[in-house]
T-cell receptor, first 113, second 114 residues
Framework: NAGVTQTPKFQVLKTGQSMTLQCAQD?????MYWYRQDPGMGLRLIYY???????DKGEVPNGYNVSRLNKREFSLRLESAAPSQTSVYFC????????????FGPGTRLTVL | RKEVEQDPGPFNVPEGATVAFNCTYS??????FFWYRQDCRKEPKLLMS???SGNEDGRFTAQLNRASQYISLLIRDSKLSDSATYLC???????????????FGQGTILTVHP
């Protein structure tokens, strides 16, 4: 039981490049989330998926897109990376909604030059 | 005013000390409250939920004061392994759907030294 896994662990991009961050959970959770964490800002929600087949914007969705591929997988795409997107990205999942405990993946450290 | 505010610290305490963290939240309709722990360069992990009546888990005690809109975490008999960042987390339940807004504080850094 791996919990929540994320790939890659580290990534360096040039401004304007695109990439997809992958997230998978094996806990049969319905809800999944993408956060970014910046120094002094706390974790901020980018997008979430309350259940398979649905996605909604969070607090800071601009510059990102998501896909809930199936119940297990939730990907985050940067179409045209900008230096302001340099951050640590965490994926999380919960049984059914944000009132439940959220389990986080190990994070992806992204640097955009 | 930030939705969830914490004293960022750092708190530096000796082993065996008792330390308390406070957190205030701005939205009185907030429904659920949590403390998460985050080790350096790691993911956040749930430490404990916070209930209206207060709750204890070993050396950790969490309390909620809805009238004053603050949450506290008390750590007794601090261990070196307690060194981490403690995140105050508040959920504004949307009602009708299971999802509400989960808001994280910036975190309070704790260092326990020998």
């Amino acid at each position: 039981n791996a919990g929540v896994t994320q790939t890659p662990k580290f990534q360096v991009l040039k401004t304007g490049q695109s990439m997809t961050l992958q997230c998978a959970q094996d806990m049969n959770h319905n809800s999944m989330y993408w956060y970014r964490q910046d120094p002094g800002m706390g974790l901020r929600l980018i997008y979430y998926s309350a259940s398979e087949g649905t996605t909604d914007k969070g607090e800071v969705p601009n510059g990102y897109n998501v896909s809930r591929l199936n119940k297990r997988e939730f990907s985050l795409r940067l179409e045209s990376a900008a230096p302001s997107q340099t951050s640590v990205y965490f994926c999380a999942s919960s049984i059914a909604g944000s009132r439940d405990t959220q389990y986080f993946g190990p994070g992806t450290r992204l640097t955009v030059l | 005013r930030k939705e969830v505010e914490q004293d960022p610290g750092p708190f530096n305490v000796p082993e065996g000390a008792t330390v308390a963290f406070n957190c205030t939240y701005s939205n009185s309709a907030s429904q659920s409250f949590f403390w998460y722990r985050q080790d350096c360069r790691k993911e956040p992990k749930l430490l404990m939920s916070v209930y209206s009546s207060g709750n204890e888990d070993g050396r950790f005690t969490a309390q909620l004061n809805r009238a004053s809109q603050y949450i506290s975490l008390l750590i007794r008999d601090s261990k070196l392994s307690d060194s981490a960042t403690y995140l105050c987390v508040v959920n504004l339940y949307a009602g009708g759907t299971s999802y509400g807004k989960l808001t994280f504080g910036q975190g309070t850094i704790l260092t326990v030294h020998p």
